[in-house]
Each structure stands twice: as structure tokens, then as C-alpha cells.
């Protein structure tokens, strides 16, 4: 009930209402604070002057009353006015609740009666101090107002509720907790007052006293005293004037006033009032219970705001020290480039004064025997040595003048740090307001009807849900590794049919799409669980899905170098199930990412030219040579099959395939081979130094060959020297067994050597090292050679 207290206070004096009467615009005062704004208007104002000098102006036509019933003129001898010019133009103050009060224009005067009963000047005026609507008074007076006896009744109630306990009512100073109340004289009396005041005895004596609390509420309980009349004022309401909407008396009914009106009972219409007032409350309740629920979720938006402020500020920084991180990365890596280069001028300076040094003792000392010779006197002697002599002297001549006495390194490092669009693209760093102008397209469905395996690939479709109306700018197929790993994404386009090729044999792998366009990326569709197979010898099966033949699938190489089979261990069936994925990935994912170093899975971006025989155990894989990642001396051509350099230094190339897992063979033939070059072949990391031989670094594992034998070469470290060399025409094999975790090389089908290297794991890719004088041309897709696979089925 306390937000109700605002209703039940007086706007001009603040407190609660005291003996309220109600004005015509609805709104209700204290009628003494009604006294107390009373303003008086001139003469020639009033609505008798009005009348006496026929103005056809009516007194209503100053306000627009939005249709609320006014007491008429012509009935109250009051009218209402939007506004009274000729009212003295004094300042407006405000009450205790913040409403325009407009003071008297002159002081009330002194009368000995109450204000109630007190005369009101002549042609007053009285301004609502809530709706600012002013109403001239009749010879009535304040009198002419109807008491509000029902606000009445609701503040003795709300009053009577907030009192924590009933107190004496005889008490002249701080009064006591009452202890009885005296029905007849309806007065509470504390023990001290009842005994002085209400001595029981005498006709006190037949009074009866009942408990606070219970006279409390025999008082709620008693009769209200019977409104009277306004114009009458001994005659009580009886009948209610529908067209005046005010009850009357039967005097009023006789008189004429409202002889002509309409006019109902009263307690009909008591019931009728209440009822629409009962209705409107429900809606108001309605409306006061759909506040009370928005505050609630403003009052969770404030929550929610601050736990996504906490969050997003944390996301923020981890972000920017992500960065910073980087940076610190890339500028330890950058420095240890130029350590290297440092350590590398400073070797090559070394030794060319070693060499120097050593020569220009030689030389000083064939100067010294020189010049001793010369000081014989024997020529016979002489002549014996002089010619050889001559010829020394002149060779070492020639030998100081081939560039001998030239730097073979400059002081200047031959790096230049470029950091300007780094910095640009962290001055153009700021946080993106994304505002999503359509929907996100609706999740895909993949359809099984149209999905079948065939050899070593699976066919996978998919279509946008019947009843989306949000267009598709593309799909995403993404795949795992077949170990539970992380998914990776396959295909980025606009098709909705993908053929992947090339998975490993008994592995189960899951596959999902998801749509894209401007706005964002749809939700996963189910996850689609291929069962590969390790049964080799089952005949071919595709799938009892009928594909259609006008529908040509868009073919696309798996990041796995294995042959992919999709026949179940159990013949005749193929396995597929559906799971929801509550994952959601980003959109832009490259589909790089796959050739990342530290991946561990194969991937595989070359065409797929041919399917492979599915009976085989041991997979093959297709792959060229990759020039994103090779040394820009290296000259690449024939669809990136052959491979040969601009400079006489060794350099470097990677396959594009990397490899994990599975058994993998590969050849190379020498297509040109001049001036006995040692070319190295074999397999690498992707981070491998591209501009020394392969071998140099912990990162390669390699052969290297000249034209009469060759040497196994890890990490600098030369080991198995083997007679056997290669020419033009030469062919080279390489056995990556990841199986057995080794690597064996061939030369010519014979094997060269024993096994090269054992314990190999991780991600290997393809490699070789030459110069110049060497060509060589990649030949993939090739069947491990007979007598391994025999020696591997009996192992």
C-alpha cells in the first residue's frame, strides 16, 4: 500500500487529505487549502457580467474539456476555463510534491469561522494546482464542491494500517499505547486517562470498553455517515443524473434542475460503476504486471552487461597479449636470423684469413729461400733450380690474383625489416559493429539418398531446408582426422555435392556442413560418421542410393593421403550415422590450414587424376611438387612434376602432401646430370632450411648421391657410405613406412643401403635438395614394390 500513499496526499500542502472535496475537473483538494488559493476575479469577468452584456461567448469555449462532464453553468452557476486572463498575473509556487500552486492575490480576511464556513469573496476564482483548469465560484462558494467521502474512508484505513500501535487520544503530551476503547464515546483511552476521564461509574458505567485491535475494528465496521447534498444540504442522495453524472436528491429532482435529465438509482448504478471500474482495473493490472516483468529484465540487463563488460574485456586483452606474444615470437625468430647471419659473415671472414694467412706465409717463405738462392755465386748451382723457381714465383703469383684478395663477405647485412604494413594494421585496429541486415542462412540437410562411396571416394550432398527463405552465398564441408581430432575444412564453395578421395583404410571419420552468407554462418547440420574398412579383399560396393547421372559431383581431395573406403568391416553394407554436433566453427578457416606445421594429419591439395585399386592394403598418394613454401631459386615446371635450380648452391623443395601415417613410395628420374653434382633426396618438416643441402638440419632426413656413391645425412651427421652412384636417366625411390616408422631409399629398384633411419614420427612431406646442374621429375601414385610388400605381409 505505500505506493498508494501519493493518491491519498494533498498537492498544495502536501499531507493527507483533510475533509477533500472534489472539483470539477475530477481532481480533489483539502478544502482548506482550496480556500487558500482562491484568487478574485474582476467584475467585469464574472459569468454575470458575462450575461448582463450578452456575450454569445460561452464560458466554456476557453478549454477543450476532452469530453469530461463539467458541472453546467446554467445548473452549478460555476463554469470552467482553460485559462483566466484577468486573474492577477502574481508568481506560481510549488507544493510539497512539486505542483503549481497560484497564492491568493490578497490575504484572506479575518473571520472568525472555520474555513469551511467562512464567506468567500465575490466573483473567486479557484485554478486546479494539477491540471492548471480554473472555474469561477457561485454565491456557494466552496460549498458548492461535493465532500469526497470515499478518499475520506481510504486514508482512515490506510492510516489506521500503518499505525504500529493504537495510541491514547487524552494524552496532552507524548501519548501512550491505548489499552481500551469506548464503543459509545468512540474515544481510546490509555489506563491513566480511563481512570481520570472515564471513572466507572455513573451513566460512564453502562458504557462498554473493548480492546484496542477490536474497537479498531468495530470502527471499520460502523456505518459512514450518509452523503448529503450539495444544493441541499439536509437531504441525502437518492438518485444519480446520468447526463450531469453526479447523484442527486429528490429536492433536486422537484426543483427542475434536473427535471429533464436522466436519472437512475443510485445503488444500480453504484454496482454499475463498480463493475467498469473492477474491468478497467484488470487491464491497468495487466499493464502494472507487464512493468513489473520489463523491470525485471532491465534489471537482468544491467547484470548481463556487466558480466559481458568483465568478459569482453578479458577476451580484449587476451586478444592483445595474443598479439604481443606474436610479436615477441616473430622477434625472436627475426633475431636469430641475424645471429645466424652475424655468426655466418663472421665464419666466412675467419676463414678467408686463415686461408690468407697461411698463404702469405707460404709465400713470404719462398720469397726468403728466393732471395737466399740468389746470393750463390755457383751458376751451374743456379741455373740447376732456377727455372723451377721461376715457374713456383709465378704460380703463386697467379694465385694471389684470382680474388684472392677480395672480401668474400661484405659488412652490411643484407636485411631490411619492413614494419610499415604491421603498423598500419595496428593503427587500423578497432572493434567492428556488426549489424546483421538479414538472417543467417538455415543449417543444410544432408541427403543420404544421394550420398554413395565408390573405390576410394564418398560422395557427399546436401540442400537447404524446404520452407528457408534466406539464400545461401556458399557451404562449408569440413572433416576430421579420423582419430576424433579437430575438424578441418575441405571444400569452400557454392556446390552442394563434394567427392572426397584419399582417407585411411579402418578409421572412422565425421563429416558436417554449414552455409554461409554476408550476414554470418548457419548452425552445423548433423554429423555425417563414415566407417572405413580393413576388409581388402571384399568386392566393390558403392552405396544402394541411386545417384543421379546429369548431377556431375564437384571432386575434391580429403587432407588424408590414404586410399578413402567406405565399406564396412561386414559386407554388402555401408555405415553411415547421423549425431548433432554442438559445435560451431569459424567461417574463414583456411583451407591452408591444413599444410600447417604441427598438423597431424596429411593433406592433400594436388588434382586426383585416377582411382586406385581398393584391394591394396598399402595406400598411395597423389602429390606435385609445392612452390608457396619452395626457395625462390628453385625453377618449378611440367604441373609442378620437375624440379630444377637457378644457383650453384644447393637448395630446397617440398612435396605439397605431408604424411603421418600409412605406408607411402615415391620415385624421381634424373633428367639432367652435369658435372657431378650431389643431389639429396628424402623427407623434411615444413620449417626445414630451404638454402642448404638437405641433411644440414635436425629437420630433414635425407640420401645424398654423386656419381659413385652416396651417404645418409640428419642433422649434419654423414653416415652408411655406399658404393653406387646415379647418372642421367637414374632413378631414385623413397620408402616412408610410418607403420614401422622408418625410411628406405632405392636407386634403380635395388635398395640402396640398409634402412636409413628408423624412430621417424610426426609430419613428414616429400623433399629434395639440388643445384643447377641437376633436373629431376617427380612420379607419384606408385604401388610399394613387391618384395617390401611381401616382407612387410610375412613381419
Not at 564441408?477 to 557454392?494: A, C, M, S
Not at 647418372?727 to 620408402?735: E, N
Amino acid at each position: 500500500m505505500e505506493e498508494m500513499e501519493e493518491e491519498l496526499k494533498c498537492p498544495v500542502c502536501g499531507s493527507f487529505y483533510r475533509e477533500p472535496i472534489i472539483l470539477p475537473c475530477s481532481h480533489n483538494l483539502c478544502q482548506a487549502c482550496a480556500r487558500n488559493i482562491l484568487v478574485q476575479t474582476p467584475e467585469s469577468e464574472s459569468p454575470q457580467s458575462r450575461r448582463a452584456s450578452g456575450s454569445g461567448v460561452s464560458d466554456y469555449d476557453y478549454l477543450d474539456l476532452d469530453k469530461m462532464s463539467l458541472y453546467s453553468e446554467a445548473d452549478s452557476g460555476y463554469g470552467s476555463y482553460g485559462g483566466f486572463a484577468s486573474a492577477p498575473t502574481t508568481p506560481c509556487q510549488k507544493s510539497p510534491n512539486g505542483v503549481r500552486v497560484f497564492p491568493p492575490a490578497m490575504p484572506p480576511p479575518a473571520t472568525h469561522l472555520s474555513p469551511a464556513l467562512a464567506p468567500v469573496p465575490r466573483n473567486s476564482c479557484i485554478t486546479c494546482p494539477q491540471c492548471h483548469r480554473s472555474l469561477i465560484l457561485d454565491d456557494r462558494g466552496l460549498r458548492g464542491f461535493p465532500k469526497n467521502r470515499v478518499l475520506e474512508g481510504v486514508i482512515d484505513r490506510y492510516q489506521q494500517s500503518k499505525a504500529a500501535a493504537l495510541k491514547c487520544q487524552l494524552c496532552e503530551k507524548a501519548p501512550k499505547e491505548a489499552t481500551v476503547m469506548c464503543e459509545q464515546c468512540d474515544v481510546f483511552y490509555c489506563d491513566p486517562c480511563r481512570l481520570r476521564c472515564h471513572p466507572p461509574r455513573g451513566p460512564l458505567a453502562k458504557h462498554r470498553l473493548v480492546p484496542p485491535a477490536q474497537g479498531r475494528v468495530s470502527r471499520r465496521l460502523s456505518p459512514r455517515k450518509v452523503s448529503t447534498c450539495t444544493d441541499h444540504e439536509l437531504e441525502n442522495h437518492s438518485m444519480y443524473c446520468v447526463q450531469c453524472k453526479m447523484p442527486v436528491c429528490y429536492q433536486c429532482l422537484e426543483e427542475g434542475k434536473h427535471s429533464s435529465h436522466e436519472v437512475k438509482a443510485l445503488g444500480a448504478m453504484w454496482k454499475l460503476h463498480k463493475s467498469q471500474l473492477s474491468q478497467a482495473l484488470n487491464g491497468l493490472s495487466d499493464r502494472a504486471k507487464e512493468a513489473k516483468e520489463f523491470l525485471v529484465q532491465l534489471r537482468n540487463m544491467v547484470q548481463q552487461i556487466q558480466e559481458n563488460s568483465v568478459e569482453f574485456e578479458a577476451c580484449l586483452v587476451a586478444q592483445c597479449d595474443a598479439l604481443i606474444d606474436a610479436l615477441n615470437r616473430r622477434k625472436a625468430q627475426l633475431l636469430a636470423r641475424v645471429n645466424k647471419e652475424h655468426e655466418h659473415k663472421l665464419k666466412v671472414v675467419r676463414d678467408q684469413i686463415s686461408h690468407c694467412t697461411v698463404k702469405l706465409r707460404q709465400t713470404t717463405g719462398l720469397m726468403e729461400y728466393c732471395l737466399e738462392v740468389i746470393k750463390e755465386n755457383d751458376p751451374s748451382g743456379f741455373l740447376q733450380i732456377s727455372d723451377a723457381l721461376i715457374r713456383r714465383v709465378h704460380l703463386t703469383e697467379d694465385q694471389w690474383g684470382k680474388g684472392t684478395l677480395t672480401p668474400r663477405m661484405t659488412t652490411d647485412f643484407d636485411l631490411s625489416l619492413d614494419n610499415s604494413p604491421l603498423l598500419q594494421s595496428i593503427h587500423q585496429l578497432d572493434f567492428v559493429q556488426v549489424k546483421a541486415s538479414s538472417p543467417v542462412p538455415a543449417t543444410p540437410i544432408l541427403q543420404l539418398e544421394e550420398c554413395c562411396t565408390h573405390n576410394n571416394s564418398a560422395t557427399l550432398s546436401w540442400k537447404q531446408p524446404p520452407l528457408s527463405t534466406v539464400p545461401a552465398d556458399g557451404y562449408i564441408l569440413e572433416l576430421d582426422d579420423g582419430n576424433g581430432g579437430q575438424f578441418r575444412e575441405v571444400y569452400v564453395g557454392k556446390e552442394t555435392m563434394c567427392t572426397v578421395d584419399g582417407l585411411h583404410f579402418n578409421s572412422t571419420y565425421n563429416a558436417r556442413v554449414k552455409a554461409f552468407n554476408k550476414t554470418g554462418v548457419s548452425p552445423y547440420s548433423k554429423t555425417l560418421v563414415l566407417q572405413t574398412s580393413e576388409d581388402t579383399d571384399s568386392e566393390e560396393q558403392t552405396l544402394p542410393f541411386p545417384v543421379p547421372s546429369e548431377r556431375l559431383p564437384l571432386r575434391r581431395m580429403s587432407p588424408f593421403s590414404s586410399t578413402l573406403n567406405l565399406q564396412p568391416s561386414f559386407p554388402g553394407r555401408s555405415y553411415f550415422d547421423f549425431r548433432s554436433s554442438p559445435h560451431q566453427l569459424s567461417l574463414h578457416s583456411s583451407l591452408q590450414s591444413l599444410n600447417a606445421p604441427g598438423c597431424n594429419f596429411e593433406t592433400q591439395s594436388a588434382p586426383y587424376s585416377q582411382l586406385v585399386d581398393i584391394k591394396k592394403l598399402l595406400a598411395v598418394a597423389w602429390f606435385a611438387f609445392d612452390p608457396g613454401s619452395a626457395h625462390s631459386d628453385i625453377i618449378l615446371s611440367n604441373d609442378n612434376l620437375t624440379v630444377t635450380c637457378s644457383s650453384y648452391d644447393d637448395r630446397v623443395v617440398l612435396g605439397k602432401t605431408g604424411f603421418s601415417k600409412g605406408v607411402h613410395y615415391w620415385e624421381l628420374t634424373v633428367d639432367r646430370y652435369d658435372n657431378h653434382p650431389d643431389p639429396a633426396f628424402g623427407v623434411a618438416r615444413m620449417d626445414v632450411m630451404k638454402d642448404v643441402m638437405l641433411g644440414k638440419d635436425d629437420k630433414a632426413w635425407a640420401m645424398y648421391v654423386d656419381n659413385n656413391r652416396s651417404w645418409f645425412m640428419h642433422n649434419n651427421s654423414h653416415t652408411n657410405r655406399t658404393e653406387g652412384g646415379i647418372t642421367k636417366g637414374a632413378t631414385i625411390g623413397v620408402l616412408l613406412d610410418l607403420n614401422r616408422k622408418n625410411l628406405t631409399f632405392f636407386i634403380n629398384d635395388e635398395q640402396q643401403g640398409p634402412i636409413a633411419f628408423d624412430n621417424v614420427e610426426g609430419l613428414f612431406f616429400p623433399a629434395v635438395s639440388l643445384n643447377r646442374n641437376v633436373q629431376v621429375t617427380l612420379h607419384t601414385g606408385l604401388a610399394v614394390p613387391d618384395f617390401y610388400s611381401s616382407r612387410a605381409s610375412i613381419a
